[in-house]
């Protein structure tokens, strides 16, 4: 069977950005089928392709997928007009893609919310099974963000939403907050199955020798944040706890923020004009050197603002890879990540905007590394036990491949 696949932030392991994509794809592979990825160019990402773009894309193998890439040169640090703008090119280019090249199911996954059109009309006007895959409830997040107020291009949105759920022949959801949205507008549980971002097992077995910035001593507590620095991320709150743990003269915990986004710049300032040397900032790495890092950290940071929407609609990344590493995870916000770190004791939860319950928790983390040893046993316990991508793969392929009733 062939699959189309849709994905316009679509990395191979050797970028910063996640590989759930590649994975998934790789699982395909496995499983007999062949798999024509569809992406388009990508800042943190890294595709495979290396050739020139030819009209504004290229094409080639890249580790048995045939990946078609777009030249759009896509970044975090872009504005909301900018990000549309390539929202929508990438779109439009995709549909002639989608209804040309040959494909038994068309599988488009979010975000951005438009990366669905292209399935929508392979569906209509090819008669092809179509797989929706929601990785965040548009627009119900940016509107409780913030980000996107226009009452206009909310609606607009909330239709395209709408359509691209009743086109779908099959959904999937990555988080129990994002099944019982897409349930929320109609569509019949039976038609959507939850499969979350899962753990990396292999990559993070343990074989990376263990590495830390230079200036961090092996004796201090490394805490460390491995994602976008984006306003949906409220890194200022690890600022927060900075200031908290530099007031009480705790030179034994430092933290690192890895990665890149719009904020950057400003949270940058920030620590240097309050004098915050207990934190780094460090360029993005790509999985395969990020394991490196987290071999040598004592603590994952998963962190986003104190948006009740977060809760329990978010997947992070970040998380299954500090969990696949035997990293404990520190996390400042409820929902459901949260109720598994207390269920499994894998972690701290601490209540969202308290910098001082979250300086306390990275005190109590270096203060008792025997307990904090027994915590990242039990993170990675949990990442084998539910999360193993091989597990999720596989029940990711059966449900994508069994949109074809001939299949």
């Known amino acids: 069977m062939h699959i189309l696949y849709f994905h316009q932030h679509f990395s191979t392991p050797q970028g910063s950005a996640g590989t759930r994509s590649y994975e998934m794809a790789q699982a395909l592979v496995r499983a007999g089928h062949s798999v024509t990825m569809v992406c388009g160019s990508y800042e943190q990402g890294k595709t495979g392709l290396i050739g020139a773009f030819d009209g504004g894309r290229r094409r080639g193998i890249v580790d048995g997928l045939d990946v078609i890439e777009f030249e759009l040169n896509y970044g975090n640090h872009m504005g909301s007009a900018r990000r549309v703008g390539v929202f929508v090119k990438f779109a439009l280019n995709s549909i002639g893609v989608a209804l040309r090249e040959p494909a038994d199911v068309i599988f488009a996954t979010t975000t951005p919310l438009t990366a669905g059109i292209p399935g929508i009309l392979a569906r209509w006007l090819r008669g092809k099974p179509f797989v929706f895959e929601v990785r965040d409830l548009w627009p119900e997040l940016p509107k409780a963000m913030g980000v996107i107020t226009n009452p206009v291009i909310l609606c607009l949105m909330s239709v395209l939403e709408w359509i691209s759920y009743r086109s779908a022949d099959r959904l999937v959801g990555l988080s129990p907050g994002i099944v019982e949205g897409i349930a929320a507008r109609g569509v019949d549980k039976s038609r959507i199955a939850m499969v979350p971002n899962g753990c990396d097992i292999d990559l993070f077995a343990g074989s990376a020798a263990a590495w830390r910035p230079e200036d961090v001593r092996g004796d201090q507590l490394l805490a460390i944040f491995t994602g976008t620095h984006g306003p949906a991320n409220g ?171 001939e299949a």
């Open 235 to 405: 890194l200022d709150a690890v600022l927060n706890a900075a200031a908290v743990l530099k007031r009480r003269g705790r030179n034994d915990i430092r933290i690192a923020l890895v990665g890149q986004g719009r904020e950057k710049p400003r949270l940058q300032a920030r620590a240097s004009s309050e004098n915050l040397d207990n934190l780094l900032f460090l360029d993005p790495l790509p999985k395969v050197h990020l394991t490196a890092l987290m071999a040598g950290a004592d603590l994952g940071l998963q962190i986003l603002r104190n948006v009740p929407a977060f809760y329990y609609g978010t997947s992070p990344n970040k998380f299954f890879d500090y969990i696949a590493a035997g990293l404990p995870v520190l996390n400042n916000y409820p929902g459901w990540l949260a109720g598994l770190i207390s269920e499994t004791s894998c972690g701290f939860t601490v209540p969202p905007d308290d910098p001082v319950a979250f300086a306390d928790a990275l005190i109590a983390a270096a203060e008792d590394r025997q307990n904090l040893k027994k915590k990242g046993a039990n993170a990675r316990q949990l990442a084998e036990a539910q999360f193993s991508r091989k597990l999720l793969a596989k029940k990711w392929v059966e449900w994508v491949i069994g949109a074809d009733p």
